[in-house]
């Protein structure tokens, strides 16, 4: 799953900054990508710390000086933004939008807990027990209620977290409390939301792209490190990866013809991920109740041979 995050945000950063074309402010992304990813990995002190506010900084003032910012948006937006209580009025869905957003939801909570034990694998911690269990208290209303209060579907920012980890080398409780409470603030002031409204697609794809490859790599390294990791569980992950992947990438028009619960799900690489590597896991390449033959073989010391 935490590789699919990093395939797809890798694929919306790409698609950003290509979105006009492999010109001169495509090269620019891709050169403000590599360096904050450069920095991450050679830098020192506080400088190692801070490669994707450099790259949104240094990111606007180039795209300023280009004209390509359009800070329309700020000048126009209110001082103060105040979201609606249910903006959607409190008539009852329809099933099939019910059925939709149980599903979603069921699946941001899959995406949160393996999100959740990739970045305690990152900061080399051990998730305790109790505290996973609040932790999902705490998650199923602030990120499911409460969004859906305010006319939003569920939101799980982990896995784009584990990569700003990654690059930034920060990972303290305390000051992620109090960037979130900043950033909470900042959300009500209207020309703020704006001027990152109007973030150049290509400034917007270089943060993306930067964290998107840590993210792969931390993927790979849960693998690397399952008690066990052979042909089956290779095959099941591979599988699950290459479909989940690949019917994302399929054309829009030929998802439009579907119904819109299957669009809703397999369109989705990271929830259409989730449910194949569940069914290939528990159904498909189902263990016997007796698997101990499936457990990796040790060699035999050659005097037992003898």
Avoid: C
Wanted: no cysteine.
């Amino acid at each position: 799953m935490i590789i699919m995050i990093g395939l797809t945000v890798a694929g919306v950063g790409l698609s950003e900054m290509a979105e006009a074309g492999f010109g001169v402010s495509f090269f620019i992304a891709l050169v403000l990508a590599l360096g904050g990813s450069a920095l991450a990995i050679h830098g020192t002190g506080v400088w190692a710390t801070l490669p994707p506010f450099f790259v949104i900084v240094l990111g606007y003032v180039i795209f300023l000086a280009l004209g390509q910012v359009d800070l329309e948006l700020a000048r126009q937006a209110p001082l103060l933004s105040v979201p609606s209580l249910f903006p959607y009025g409190l008539v009852w869905p329809s099933t099939d939008l019910i059925v939709i957003m149980v599903i979603v939801n069921l699946m941001a909570a899959a995406n949160f807990y393996g999100n959740l034990h990739g970045y305690a694998e990152v900061i080399g911690e051990k998730v305790d027990e109790r505290e996973e269990h609040r932790s999902f208290t705490i998650f199923g209303f602030v990120e499911i209620v409460l969004p859906g209060i305010l006319g939003t579907p569920a939101t799980v920012a982990y896995g784009e977290n584990l990569g700003i980890v990654q690059l930034t080398r920060v990972a303290a409780r305390a000051f992620i409390i109090v960037a979130a409470a900043i950033f909470l603030v900042l959300a009500f002031i209207g020309p703020f939301g704006a001027l990152m409204a109007a973030m150049p697609k290509e400034v917007a794809g270089a943060v993306l792209l930067g964290f998107a490859s840590p993210i792969i790599g931390i993927g790979a390294s849960i693998l690397n490190t399952a008690p066990i990791f052979q042909r089956r569980e290779q095959t099941l992950v591979g599988f699950a990866i290459f479909l989940g992947l690949g019917l994302h990438l399929l054309p829009e028009e030929l998802w439009r013809q579907a119904p819109r619960l299957v669009e809703t799900i397999f369109n989705n690489p990271v929830i259409s991920v989730i449910i194949f590597v569940l069914v290939f896991e528990k159904v498909v390449f189902r263990l016997p109740a007796d698997s101990s033959a499936m457990a990796p073989q040790t060699a035999i010391p050659k005097e037992k041979e003898e």
